[in-house]
């Protein structure tokens, strides 16, 4: 074996005096929660922090390496010694060993967020003892003798429940799923371990990047502290130059586009698709409305020619998007759901939307496009646009409309309406 | 019938509706940036801003008030798929 593994069996591996890894390494795994491939596997993350006063155990692992995790950690400390267990993050693959955990060291507490506490129950299905549940903020403390465990604020990081821990006296940062990375490697250390670039970068592009407001957020928390070594909950433990890591995660949550528009523009980008070429007439003349509002730049793309990856880019950052679809076996089409489908990764929440369409008998693509623009959480303030097969100049100036009142909402130019919803059965309508 | 009006102010729509309406039952309707998760004052994803008219709200259920206090909500926040419109003139934002 070589000397330079620092995983062994059942042995808890030093990371910092008196501070130790006691995960687990899943070598095996080529999938992580469905949405992600690993080319090696993952390591699930938690560590023991004692001071003279007691020991801390900072998050646990899936449930199915609860054994690995207690080797290690009985292997560091008594379960009586045990005075806190701290839960940066409530997903499953850290806190698979929680209920025995707890049911083995009953005096200790538990420290967690706000919303970590709501989440708890769903976790722990035999019931808590909630006099053992400590909710942190950035005041909480926790004296362990010699060095104490202070929280920072972190929400959607990727759960709204997630934290950092941060031990000031040693430097050290326990970051839950923030710097991790699925790449397992028994030599532990960044400065060790094999290349990880591409898996780090993976992670954030597929798990903290729907949350770039949320990352710049806990980034100023983070950057302005003394950092020796980030201990992430997954992947390599980043003890050599741990603060490149935090940079790259600055440099990761910039726009990956430069802003082609000028400061005070608004883009609104119109995606089509056409059988027939009416979706597309309509499509440029929902171009044509919006182009006439000043202050917006519109751009139009066909989608049978596109791959969606740098449209999603594109959309990141737009303020507005129109989709146009024909209705086929009353369904949008395919490329559409595609593009839409992978809208999970970026954040478009409180972006304006609209959709648009030409049909042949039943017309269904428009109402569910702008059911799945609502459901990402985007304004879509004007109903859209349905035409039986040819559009009519009648039919073409209502989607000019369309464009032109969608972009009058990205300027705030939008005139105000009144709806009245007191008739009988408006509001079920 | 007694009725509201309530102003989505983020998309300029205003709507006249029954009193006792609930937010959550028009917001989507008119397409407004309301955005909601649970649906059952569990989660605090819906949380918006009163601009103005809080008083013709209806008062928070104990439900709501603890998730409000949960969410470190400011004061003016409400639940949309709590609050429940009485009377008058109420002025919404996302929040």
New interface residues.
């Given amino acids: 074996m070589s000397a330079q593994v620092a995983v062994l069996p059942g042995q808890p591996v030093a990371i910092a005096p008196d501070v130790h890894w006691v995960g687990a390494l899943d070598p095996g795994l080529r999938q992580f929660d469905i949405i992600l491939r690993t080319a090696n596997g993952t390591s699930y993350n938690a560590y023991a922090v004692r001071g003279t006063d007691g020991v801390a155990v900072i998050d646990t692992v899936k449930a199915e390496f609860a054994d690995d995790f207690f080797a290690r950690l009985w292997a560091c400390c008594r379960p009586d010694e045990i005075r806190a267990i701290v839960l940066n993050h409530l997903e499953p693959d850290h806190t698979g060993a929680l209920p025995a955990l707890l049911a083995a060291a009953p005096q200790a507490r538990v420290y967690l967020s ?2 970590a ?2 989440m708890l129950k769903g976790i722990v299905k035999d019931g808590i003892d909630e006099s053992r549940l400590v909710v942190v903020d950035e005041e909480t403390r926790v004296d362990l003798g010699g060095r104490s465990l202070r929280f920072l604020y972190t929400p959607y990081l990727h759960w709204p429940d997630t934290q950092c821990t941060w031990v000031e006296e040693d430097g050290l940062l326990f970051s839950g799923d923030v710097f991790g990375c699925h790449f397992c490697d028994a030599r532990l250390f960044n400065d060790r371990v094999g290349d990880f670039r591409f898996s780090f970068d993976y992670y954030y592009q597929h798990i903290m990047r729907p949350f770039r407001e949320h990352v710049l957020s806990a980034l100023d928390l983070i950057e302005p502290l003394p950092i020796r070594l980030i201990a992430p909950a997954h992947g390599p433990v980043l003890r050599d130059s741990p603060t490149r890591y935090v940079h790259r995660y600055r440099q990761m949550a910039a726009p990956l586009l430069a802003n082609e528009a000028g400061e005070r523009e608004k883009t609104l980008l119109v995606f089509y698709i056409s059988a027939y070429g009416n979706t597309a007439r309509m499509a440029q003349a929902v171009r044509d409305g919006a182009e006439g509002v000043e202050g917006v730049r519109v751009s139009l793309y066909d989608l049978v020619s596109g791959d969606s990856v740098p449209f999603v880019d594109l959309i990141e950052e737009a303020d507005g998007l129109v989709f146009g679809s024909p209705t086929i076996n009353g369904d949008a089409v395919k490329p559409v759901w595609e593009l839409l489908s992978s809208l999970a990764l970026v954040k478009v ?2 972006k304006f939307g609209a959709a648009f369409g030409s049909y042949g008998w039943s017309g269904e693509a428009v109402g569910m496009i702008e059911d799945r623009l ?1 459901g990402l ?1 985007l ?4 109903p859209g646009v349905k035409v039986k097969l040819i559009p009519t100049d009648e039919e073409l100036d209502a989607c000019r409309a369309l464009g032109r009142e969608l972009a009058e ?1 990205l300027v705030g130019r ?9 008739a009988p059965g408006a ?1 079920t309508a | ?1 007694p ?1 509201a009006q309530v102003t989505f102010e ?9 009193a006792g ?1 609930r937010l959550i ?2 917001s ?6 309301l ?1 909601y998760g649970c649906r059952e004052g ?1 989660c605090g994803t819906c949380m918006m801003k009163i601009v103005s008219g809080g008083e013709h709200l209806a008062s928070p259920s104990v439900l709501e008030d603890k998730i409000l206090k ?3 909500a400011s004061a003016g926040s409400r639940l949309a798929c709590q609050a429940q419109v009485l009377d008058g003139h109420i002025v919404v934002r ?1 929040g």
């Fill in positions: 706000t919303a506490m709501r929440k409180g609502r959480k304004r879509v303030p004007r909402h939008s005139a105000p309406r009144h709806i009245d919803f007191t509001l | 019938m009725k983020d998309i300029g729509v205003t709507v006249t509706v029954p309406t039952e028009v989507e309707k008119v397409g407004a940036g955005t569990e949960e969410n470190y996302p």
